[in-house]
């Protein structure tokens, strides 16, 4: 049955359907990942270090955190606050260095899931509704095909800029400066761990938040009559720099802010706070609840109905 419910990059056409289509193996992204994969375990085999350890433990706070999390997704994609061209450049660079996609490449994978879950049903790739394992192989060794899909525009801002053209065309070689630097600093052995054990991990974290925040959590928001509305995993906000509250995302999805209380810990929100008293931040949005910035945020758990609206903060 075609899906008529548009998003603000995605608008379906007369055939359009959320349902309809195949899951086909994608050999570049299935060789990505499963040469990442053995690159990091030989690293922590053989060249077992401590401060190889630490190195890419850092590398991917800059890269999620500031990169993933508060560059593409909830800058770039979302533009739930605003910074200077520079430092938006650089924040999505380091998103890129996640080793998932180029910006361009991630409003696909953002997009088109984002509207399926949003119709009164949608494929089994993007509900995240198989067994665990299956999903597993789905995410992160194959591809959707859709049979009769919508259009999606991505806004000039980003398509025309020469910057973010480049990095699309060239975002797995983007690794290799990193990786030079890495091993004039140690050797093959930082190689591994700061490249290859890194972007496996972060994949790998990366589906595991996705498939869990679509399938297992709390709802204080409750969307009625689509095919998947996010969960909130409290315990995760931490580790997962904010995003494990995904049901607050799908509630207010241009918010800057993903942990609404102070009790739901969203290391991306402290981060756009930090830039903004340093002056580097400005017109950042956040849900237009009572008590939001305060300690809690009483009147909206457990509404079923209400608007997603936003106030500059």
Known sequence: MPSTRATDRVTPTATSSATEGHVAWAPAKSIWYTGMLIGGLVGVVFFPSWQAASLTLGLMLLTLCLGHSVGMHRLLIHRSFEVPRWLEYTLVYLGTLVGMAGPIGMFHIHEMRDWQQQQPDCHSFAKHDVDFWRDAVWQMHCEQVLTHPPDLVIEPRVTEDRFYQWLDRTWRWQ??????????????????????????????????????????????????????????????????????FHNNHHAFPR?????????????????????????????????????????????????????PAYRIS
């Open 175 to 244: 690794q290799l400066p990193l990786a030079l630097l890495l091993f004039a600093l140690g050797g093959i052995g930082f190689v591994l761990w700061g490249i290859c054990l890194r972007v496996a991990v972060s994949l790998t974290g990366h589906w595991c938040t996705v498939h869990f925040a679509h399938t297992t959590g709390e709802r204080p928001f409750v969307q009625d009559g689509i095919a998947v509305d996010g969960r909130n995993l409290p315990k995760l906000g931490l580790f997962t720099f904010g995003e494990a």
């Open 255 to 307: 918010s800057a802010r993903m942990g609404l209380t102070a009790t739901q810990i969203d290391p991306g929100w402290w981060v756009i706070r930090s830039l903004a008293w340093l002056g580097l931040a400005t017109d950042i949005r956040v849900p237009d609840l009572p008590g939001i910035l305060g300690s809690s945020a009483d009147s909206a758990p457990g509404e079923k109905q209400y608007r």
